[in-house]
């Protein structure tokens, strides 16, 4: 059964880092795409960012230039650094598997919440 752990979430102020994990195991992660969403209060879940098999990689708008999808070697590790955070970036944030490039993503992790003060 796949599984997705997520971590590296935690209590920042506006303008510092964070780095975020998600372990992938029980299934195939070399191809198609993993992805990170995020769902903050009273809100619905939006994309942030994805990366395919090919390892290129796609962002929402509002995070380009400070986020940073990458996985590692082995492909069942995908990271997401966050840089310059802002209080509007607060949310729990999910990783999520798609088999392929043209499906849903249809496994996903418990969550990791990230928190910035101004």
């Known amino acids: 059964q796949v599984q997705l752990v997520e971590s590296g979430g935690g209590l920042v102020q506006a303008g510092d880092s964070l780095r975020l994990s998600c372990v992938a195991s029980g299934g195939s992660f070399s191809s198609g795409r993993m992805g990170w969403f995020r769902q903050a209060p009273g809100k619905e879940r939006e994309f942030v960012a994805a990366?395919?098999?090919?390892?290129?990689?796609y962002y929402a708008e509002s995070v380009k230039g400070r986020f940073t999808i990458s996985r590692n070697n082995a492909k069942n590790i995908v990271f997401l650094q966050m840089n310059s955070l802002k209080p509007e970036d607060t949310a729990v944030y999910y990783c999520?598997?798609?088999?392929?490039?043209?499906?849903?993503?249809?496994?996903w992790g418990q969550g990791t919440q990230v928190t910035v003060s101004s």
């Open positions: 999520a598997r798609a088999q392929t490039d043209y499906v849903e993503y249809d496994y």
């Open positions: 990366i395919r098999w090919s390892d290129h990689t």
